[in-house]
């Protein structure tokens, strides 16, 4: 089975620019997550969809927004780019859950490296 | 605020020897997972620890769970190149409808001979 597929797996904007980032998940898993890993830190959680349902949000401005579709995959959409923004941005399926227990696994995407000029 | 801390961030070490990186969360959590990287790749599931007590082995590597020190360790036997990565360790932000992992800051191992 194929694991989880990012696309793009490089991008470079500029400052001021908008991007759009897509995933979909491990074939039956039907929780998203995203997270956000700048260079020497540990991965920042961002968003997590669970049935097309935003679960939960991280600490992020509202210049970030996503979505889930119905066929799971998801996409990260980022607007009024800085340059803080560059950064290794990580798309993780689990099979979710409908609340209220811990996580189960979550298996990593390969990532999009996202340059900001 | 959940809290993940991982010690050393550094780590050089000799191949044939042992060594323990440690990672302490500051709130309840009862599952903690590790996770390697490689330069430039994903995360690569290496262990999920569920209960107190849970120690799981595969190969050189060991890790174990303490929930009530809130304490979960990752044991290198016998060092080998092939084990230089950068080691997270993560926990399970429970409750409400979260179901988000808070990481470490990562522990970078280089396995010199």
Same mark, same amino acid.
């Given at each position: 089975d194929a694991g989880v597929t990012q696309s793009p797996t490089h991008l470079i904007k500029t400052r001021g620019q908008h991007v759009t980032l897509r995933c979909s998940p491990i074939s039956g898993h039907k929780s998203v997550s995203w997270y956000q890993q700048v260079l020497g830190q540990g991965p920042q959680f961002i968003f997590q969809y669970y049935e097309k349902e935003e679960r939960g949000r991280g600490n992020f401005p509202d210049r970030f927004s996503a979505r889930q579709f119905p066929n799971y995959s998801s996409e990260l959409n980022v607007n009024a780019l800085l340059l803080g923004d560059s950064a290794l941005y990580l798309c993780a399926s689990?099979?979710?859950?409908?609340?209220?227990?811990?996580?189960?696994?979550?298996?990593?995407g390969p990532g999009t490296r996202l340059t900001v000029l | 605020?959940?809290?993940?801390?991982?010690?050393?961030?550094?780590? *050089?070490?000799q191949e044939g020897k042992n060594y323990t990186i440690y990672c302490n @969360?500051?709130?309840?959590?009862?599952?903690? @997972?590790?996770?390697?990287?490689?330069?430039?790749?994903?995360?690569e *599931?290496?262990?999920?620890?569920?209960s107190n007590g849970a120690v799981k082995q595969e190969g050189r590597l060991m890790a174990s769970l303490d929930t009530k020190a809130r304490l979960s360790t990752l044991h290198i036997t016998a060092a080998v190149h092939d084990?230089?990565?950068t080691y997270f360790c993560a926990v399970g932000n429970y409750g409400g409808s979260q179901g988000n992992l808070i990481f470490g800051k990562g522990t970078k191992l280089s396995v010199k001979p």
């Open positions: 689990s099979l979710g859950t409908s609340g209220g227990v811990p996580p189960d696994t979550q298996y990593f | 605020e959940l809290k993940v801390e991982q010690n050393p961030l550094f780590l *050089s070490m @969360y500051s709130t309840t959590s009862d599952r903690l @997972y590790w996770y390697r990287q490689d330069p430039g790749k994903s995360l *599931s290496l262990f999920v620890l569920l084990l230089s990565a």
